[in-house]
């Protein structure tokens, strides 16, 4: 489990991310979660065969297909569906293997750990953006982030 200095760290170092699953449906979690990262200075790299553009980005059918290095893979797929990814994720040299909220693959993990990449599993990058970064904790929503000290970092 990424502690919260690592959830800054990625969050703050890392801004070429390709969504895996990402969906053109405006409705859809992987599409507002895309959004909100593009909104917030991230580079979204769509990796889904479905469509040939999403939020104005090209879609490539794999993280192989990326031309482009990749820092993020951000999976929005089923859990069973997450060792190829991990495998994917190592042979395109990515520094992080991030699975959504309830996506848990501990095998694929522990493949991508042993390959040398952060992994964070059960979480959702925006949330954990807004909760770290500012604007989850506006209307009194609990953070668990509690702190006294200013942020070195502003994400502006």
Not at 21 to 29: T, V
């Amino acid at each position: 489990m990424a502690d919260i200095p690592t959830l800054r760290r990625i969050l703050r170092d890392n801004k070429n991310i390709a969504v895996v699953g990402l969906s053109a449906n405006w409705y859809r979690p992987s599409f507002f979660a895309a959004k909100y990262l593009i909104d917030h200075g991230y580079n979204v790299i769509p990796v889904t065969p479905k469509y040939d553009e999403i939020l104005g980005q090209k879609c490539y059918p794999t993280l192989t297909d990326v031309p482009m290095p990749i820092d993020i893979v951000d999976c929005f797929r089923r859990s069973e569906q997450i060792l190829p990814l991990a495998e994917a994720a190592i042979a395109v040299n990515a520094k992080v293997m991030w699975m959504q909220l309830g996506v848990i693959n501990l095998e694929a993990a522990k493949i991508a750990s042993d390959a040398g990449l952060d992994v964070v599993m059960d979480r959702c990058m925006k949330i954990e953006y807004a909760r770290l970064f500012g604007g989850l904790g506006f209307m009194g929503v609990n953070t668990k982030v509690i702190s006294a000290k200013r942020s070195m970092y502003l994400p502006y």
